[in-house]
Every structure is written in structure tokens, then in C-alpha cells.
């Protein structure tokens, strides 16, 4: 479990981290997301215990970094955006090297085995670090993070640089650490934040302006949740079929799509979800749905909203702004 209370860090007259505040419970994979410069790495960094913090604190399972540094250390796992790998030596003897450092005491050939298994590196673990493909490397990254079982992981921009293939691997790899281990992923990517994390800080010039679940960050910050569908038959049949749901307060015809489709938009009533009403009306009527979506904001959208300070006093957790 990581806590964070009221921290800050300050280079001279810049703020890099402003007062900031967060939990990270066990088993939940939490997304830092933030443009370049918004204090990620900072509160990365501290977190680790590479920089100290010119105020607050900061707690792995209730010990404070400052307070026993050797100890937090022991129970975190780090994979910095450039993994810490020295190229010369071969993936066995690298990270029993590594399990040295750590002095670790769970038993080394099994413990280390389990790993490479884990991360599926087994097959080469007796090649140089520095013929490996980048995908690889990052994956012998990751696996000095998880020696030692620490319970929590702290992930900087761990797909940077890997092709598509080597992205969805890694990211499948991160959701099943994620069921037995704290993890903080930090990116800029939006569709990996989207596609791993349970919940997600926005943290934009060293202040929180967003702490939410994954999937309710997107909704909350769209105003008008209307709905665009593109149904097959009579236009003005159609628009009055829709008009009869009670629970819709609006239909408006949009266009003729293609040859005899045509799009509509529909505002539901306050709070109202329509979606299977209108598919049962337009179902017993034999009017093809042929698409529905709704206009809630992407997370893109929503981001460049709190970092542009659309919505910056709209702060969800009361701390950021």
C-alpha cells in the first residue's frame, strides 16, 4: 500500500510536486498520467527514494521513506524508463547479480526461475544484455523490479520505444502483477493508461487535477450524455418510434448516412440510460441498428481539458487545485 500526504517538492522558486495527496491499496494499478514536466517522475522519484521531499510524507505499507529508507526499498520494485541494465553481462548472471544487491533470501534458482518464466525471458537467459531487441531488455527491466516479491511496483513509462506486439505483452504482463501487487504506472500514452489501470491521477504542474476510477473519469466530465445512432428505414417512422420512449426528452434527425440509413441524435432524460430501450423499440419494429454511440468525452478529450485548465476547478478529490 503507498500514501501520500501533502507532498511537495521544491527546486529553488519552482514547485515541481504542489502539495499532493494519494492512496494506492493493495491489488489496484494505479495510472500516473500527466504532460511532460507535471512532476510524475518527481513524485516517482521520491516514492523510490532516489530525491527527498522538501515537505510531506510519503509511506510504503505505513513506513515512511525518510524515516527507514532501507526498509521501503526492500518492499519496492522499480523499473525506470531507461531500465538500469548493464549490458555487458548475461541475463542469468544480471539478475543474480541483482538478487545479490537486494540481498534477497528467498531461494535464488527457483525465486529467479519464477521470474523469467513470468516475464518469459528463459530463452535468453544466457545471451548479452546488449544483443537483446528492445522489447527484451525491457522485459529484463522488469524482472529486476520483481526480485525480491516486493509488494509494490512503481512502473515509469514501461512500453516506451516497443513495437505493438512487444506494447500488448507488456501490458498483459502489468494487469496479471496487478492481482498481487500495488502497482503505479506512469505513461503519457493515453490508450495504455486507459487499457491497465483500475484508477487514474491527472497530475498537471505539480497539482492533482484529477483522481478517479478508470471507468468513470471519461463520464464525469462530459456535461450532455446525448446518444448518435444510425438506424435503417423510414426516416420520419423511425424518428416518431424513438419520440414514443418516455425516458427520451429529445430525437433530432442528423442526416441521410447512406442509401435509405439515416443518423439521429437522442437526449435522454437527466440520468437516464436508453440504450436497450431503444434497441428493443427499433428491434420489434425489424429497423436494423446499424450503430450507437455515446458523446462522453474520450480520455484524450478529458485530459487536455484539466491540463489546459478547462475544468481545473472541477478537481475531483478536493486537493489539486
Request: with cysteine; aromatic share 6%; net charge neutral.
Amino acid at each position: 500500500m503507498i500514501e501520500v500526504k501533502n507532498l511537495s517538492k521544491n527546486y529553488g522558486s519552482n514547485k515541481a510536486v504542489d502539495n499532493i495527496s494519494f492512496r494506492a491499496e493493495e491489488g489496484e494499478i494505479l495510472g500516473f498520467l500527466g504532460p511532460n514536466g507535471a512532476g510524475k517522475s518527481t513524485t516517482m522519484n521520491i516514492l523510490t527514494g532516489y530525491i527527498s521531499s522538501t515537505a510531506g510524507q510519503a509511506m510504503i505499507d505505513g513506513i515512511d521513506i525518510l524515516d527507514d529508507p532501507i526498509a521501503v526499498k526492500k518492499r519496492i520494485g522499480y523499473l525506470p524508463e531507461y531500465p538500469p541494465l548493464y549490458t555487458d553481462m548475461t541475463v542469468d548472471s544480471y539478475l543474480k547479480f541483482v538478487y545479490e544487491l537486494k540481498k534477497c533470501k528467498l531461494p535464488r534458482n527457483s525465486h529467479l526461475g519464477e521470474i523469467c518464466d513470468l516475464v518469459k525471458i528463459t530463452d535468453v537467459g544466457k545471451r548479452t544484455i546488449r544483443n537483446l531487441s528492445k522489447g527484451y531488455r525491457q522485459r529484463v527491466g522488469l524482472a529486476q523490479a520483481l526480485v525480491g516479491n516486493p509488494g509494490t511496483l512503481i512502473l515509469d513509462e514501461p512500453t516506451v520505444g516497443l513495437d505493438p506486439k512487444q506494447i500488448i505483452e507488456i501490458r498483459s504482463l502489468i494487469k496479471k502483477l496487478g492481482k498481487n501487487h500495488t502497482v503505479i504506472l506512469s505513461s503519457h500514452i493515453l490508450p495504455e493508461i486507459q487499457a491497465v489501470c483500475d484508477r487514474i491521477i491527472v497530475i498537471n504542474k505539480g497539482k492533482i487535477v484529477a483522481d478517479e476510477q478508470a471507468s468513470a473519469l471519461a463520464s464525469g466530465f462530459t456535461e450532455n450524455l446525448s446518444l448518435k445512432i444510425r438506424v435503417e428505414g423510414s426516416e420520419s417512422e423511425v424518428k416518431k418510434l424513438l419520440e414514443s420512449v418516455h425516458r427520451i426528452k429529445q430525437v433530432v434527425s442528423l442526416r441521410e448516412a447512406e442509401s435509405g440509413v439515416f443518423e439521429y441524435e437522442i437526449e435522454p432524460k437527466k440520468g437516464e440510460d436508453v440504450r436497450r430501450e431503444i434497441f428493443k423499440k427499433l428491434s420489434s419494429r425489424n429497423y436494423p441498428l446499424l450503430m450507437m454511440k455515446s458523446n462522453e468525452l474520450t480520455l484524450e478529450e478529458v485530459f487536455l481539458k484539466l491540463i489546459t485548465g478547462d475544468v481545473y476547478g472541477n478537481v475531483k478529490n478536493g486537493e489539486g487545485a
